[in-house]
């Protein structure tokens, strides 16, 4: 499995943006699906993002707002936060996956978890 470690989070204003790292471990670390997950007090951890091969995929939600991407070479993948709202508030996760075939993933889809970096938003 890889090991995975988020940093980036933090607070910030409504309509200000962030950008999440994750660094993994591993010479496999490409072959991994990355997906982002959030979980705010309260709530089920939410799918917000993943990429697979040379494919992205956003909820809903986010959609516009955040972009993932990835530097295999930094065994990273990032997520960069615009136009954060208040509602965006929670623990992001980033996650890797051996193989993903259907979206919006289930956490479940998911072997390998980073602890969790808080994000806040403030009206």
């Known amino acids: 499995q890889v090991q995975l470690v988020e940093s980036g989070g933090g607070l910030v204003q409504a309509g200000g943006s962030l950008r999440l790292s994750c660094a993994g471990s591993g010479r496999t670390f490409s072959s991994y699906t990355m997906g982002w997950f959030r979980q705010a007090l309260g709530k089920e951890r939410e799918f917000v993002a993943a990429?697979?091969?040379?494919?992205?995929y956003y909820a809903d939600s986010v959609k516009g707002r955040f972009t993932i991407s990835r530097d295999n070479a930094k065994n990273t993948v990032y997520l960069q936060m615009n136009s954060l709202k208040p509602e965006d508030t929670a623990v992001y996760y980033c996650?890797?996956?051996?193989?993903?075939?259907?979206?919006?993933?289930?956490?479940?889809?998911?072997?390998?978890w980073g602890q969790g970096t808080q994000v806040t938003v403030s009206s």
């Open positions: 996650a890797a996956s051996r193989g993903v075939y259907y979206y919006p993933p289930r956490t479940s889809d998911f072997s390998s």
């Open positions: 990429w697979s091969g040379d494919s992205t």
